[in-house]
């Protein structure tokens, strides 16, 4: 069964305190690792999807890395508008391979 | 509007009735899901269809719970003889493909008293 942990649960910044979010994993063949972004009431809204380790995506002040084991989200001289729950989620190859598996997330508060 | 929306945004019903969560997905999106998020929690896999066919209701948590896609476009959840373990958010999402990027409505906050 596909797992994933995402930590810290919670994490406070300071504006431009930059720090990283950890997703590990536990996947039979990983078809890909997918990084959401949710607000209060709305719906995850997808950032990036990871296919191999070693793959390292980039948006603004974001930036994802991917390993055999977890992921992080680095997250460079954030702003108060980043802040969010920020989920991972894994897609595996096993008998479900279409079904995300996702963290329980980590609630970033950003303070100006 | 171009992304995935869900009706209604809000539902409020008395324990034993029936209600109906409605998704419409992005349009041409063959594969469309919904999710179940407790407080606090990952969304949670329900069910998955392919076009019209349901192809995995494994996530469905009893069988008070109803997917159905006629037409393989819009989408409906059905709960029969609601439970007050069924309060949550029920979240909709559709992708060109199984394994393409999920993209998600804002869900339905269902409230059982």
């Known amino acids: 069964e596909d797992q994933v942990t995402q930590s810290p649960e919670a994490l406070r910044l300071q504006e431009g305190e930059s720090s990283s979010l950890n997703c590990s994993y536990t996947?039979?063949?990983?078809?890909?690792l997918f990084w959401y972004r949710q607000d209060p009431g709305k719906g995850p809204e997808f950032l990036f999807t990871?296919?191999?380790a070693g793959e390292e995506k980039e948006k603004e002040r974001l930036k994802a890395t991917l390993t055999k084991k977890e992921s992080f989200l680095h997250i460079t001289a954030p702003k108060p508008e980043d802040s969010a729950t920020y989920l991972c989620?894994?897609?595996?190859?096993?008998?479900?391979?279409?079904?995300?598996?996702f963290g329980k997330g980590t609630l970033l508060t950003v303070n100006p | 509007g171009a992304g995935v929306s869900q009706s209604p945004r809000y539902k409020v019903a008395k324990r034993g009735q029936d209600v109906a969560l409605r998704c419409d997905p992005i349009?041409?999106?063959?594969?469309l899901f919904w999710y179940q998020q407790a407080l606090g929690q990952g969304p949670e896999f329900l069910t998955y269809?392919?076009?019209?066919?349901?192809?995995?209701k494994s996530g469905l948590p009893s069988d008070r719970f109803f997917a159905e896609r006629p037409e393989g476009s819009v989408s409906t959840l059905k709960i029969q003889r609601t439970q007050q373990e069924d309060s949550a958010v029920y979240l909709c999402?559709?992708?060109?493909?199984?394994?393409?990027?999920?993209?998600f409505g804002d869900g339905t906050r269902l409230s059982i008293l």
């Open positions: 269809f392919q076009n019209e066919a349901q192809l995995d």
């Open positions: 989620a894994v897609l595996g190859s096993g008998g479900s391979n279409y079904k995300l598996t």
């Open positions: 349009s041409g999106h063959v594969s």
């Open positions: 996947v039979s063949g990983l078809r890909g």
């Open positions: 999402a559709s992708s060109l493909t199984g394994d393409q990027p999920q993209h």
């Open positions: 990871l296919y191999s």
